[in-house]
């Protein structure tokens, strides 16, 4: 995907490895720290701005299997959900 935005094959390949890392780093991030809700609309965002990326420069690719449609979107719904618990946890916790 990052050879469609013009970069060269090891510029890709440093990008690709680089963006992996981040993600993985994040991902130890939320597991760490999932009832943070900053990191949590943060997960959010990366999602829906992922999946619009795709949507945007390669759609063909929102058909494929194991697409950022069927990937995305349900990890999107499970962070509303727990979005909504850490909210209703420190509702209960203050009263």
């Keep these: 995907m990052t050879a469609s935005l013009g970069f060269s094959t090891e510029l890709s390949y440093y990008i690709t490895k ?24 943060l997960n959010i965002v990366a999602l829906v701005g992922l999946l619009l990326f795709v949507a945007v420069l390669q759609p063909q690719l929102l058909i494929e ?15 509303w959900i727990l979005l909504n618990e850490v909210k209703e946890q420190k509702r209960l916790d203050v009263s």
Excluded: Q
């Excluded at 993985?24 to 009832?35: A, K, V």
């Design 18 to 41: 680089a963006v992996g890392v981040s993600e993985l780093l994040f991902g130890i991030i939320l597991f760490i720290f999932y009832r943070n809700r900053t990191i949590v609309l």
């Design 65 to 79: 299997a194991f697409n950022p449609v069927t990937t995305n979107i349900p990890l999107i719904g499970l962070s």
